[in-house]
């Protein structure tokens, strides 16, 4: 067990809709990462937060969009969802701004599937 | 140019026996990192090895070894004395440098290792 908690596990939803992935770090990691695995795009990086601020962007739609709150848990909100939008949805967490020898420790993951 | 690049897609391995996974990069910058995960059929990313640019040995972790060759861009994860839980997806992952530009990893293609009894 990482320390990093991801929910829903499993979320099936249709085109067109909205979702809201939520992400709780490791206790005292201050940074957010979000990844989206998927069979065409492999293991991509979406975004970073750090300490409520976003601090580094990827890949990631316009139609996607993240935060952190105050209490460092983060939300990924997927909106106008496709059916290439389906894979699985890692959140990681370090307790460091730059990841540095510290390696990010992974969530269970959301496997989105959209129908 | 792919960052990372893992040229074996899958591989069979006979139980008790070493493996080597293959992980070639591509950066100019002279502070990176490189990183291997393990991501079992459970789904889950599980953190093996880490190799600073700047680390003088290669990195080992109880059977996991890396065999860190700077001047070739090559870092390749070395399992010894395999066991059949190790049967799983590994990627082989980069982050470069300082600042924002380094908070994110770069993921290769991941190599399937399947240990056979």
């Known amino acids: 067990d990482s320390g990093v908690t991801q929910t829903p596990k499993h979320l099936i939803t249709a085109t067109g809709q909205r979702v809201t992935l939520r992400c709780s770090p490791r206790s005292g990691d201050l940074s957010v990462y979000w990844y989206q695995q998927s069979l065409d795009q492999g293991l991509q990086f979406l975004i970073q937060y750090y300490n409520g601020e976003e601090r580094a962007k990827g890949n990631i739609l316009e139609r996607f969009s993240a935060q952190q709150f105050p209490d460092l848990h983060s939300e990924l909100n997927l909106s106008s969802l496709e059916l290439g939008d389906s894979a699985l949805y890692f959140c990681?967490?370090?307790?460091?701004?730059?990841?540095?020898?510290?390696?990010?420790?992974f969530g269970p993951g959301t496997r989105l599937t959209v129908t | 140019a792919q960052k990372i690049t893992q040229t074996q897609p899958g591989m069979f391995v006979q139980e008790k026996e070493a493996v080597t996974l293959d992980c070639t990069y591509d950066?100019?910058?002279?502070?990176?990192?490189l990183f291997w995960y393990k991501q079992p059929s459970s789904g889950e990313m599980i953190f093996l090895i880490y190799?600073?640019?700047?680390?003088?040995q290669n990195a080992t972790e109880g059977r996991y070894s890396l065999n860190f060759q700077k001047a070739r861009k090559s870092a390749n994860l070395v399992i010894s004395a395999s066991q059949l839980g190790d049967s799983a997806m590994y990627f082989c992952?980069?982050?470069?440098?300082?600042?924002?530009?380094?908070?994110?990893?770069?993921f290769g293609g991941g190599t399937r290792v399947l240990v056979k009894p």
């Open positions: 950066t100019s910058d002279p502070s990176y990192g």
């Open positions: 190799q600073g640019s700047y680390d003088q």
């Open positions: 992952a980069m982050r470069e440098g300082p600042g924002a530009a380094g908070n994110k990893l770069t």
């Open positions: 990681a967490s370090s307790p460091l701004e730059v990841t540095a020898s510290y390696e990010q420790y």
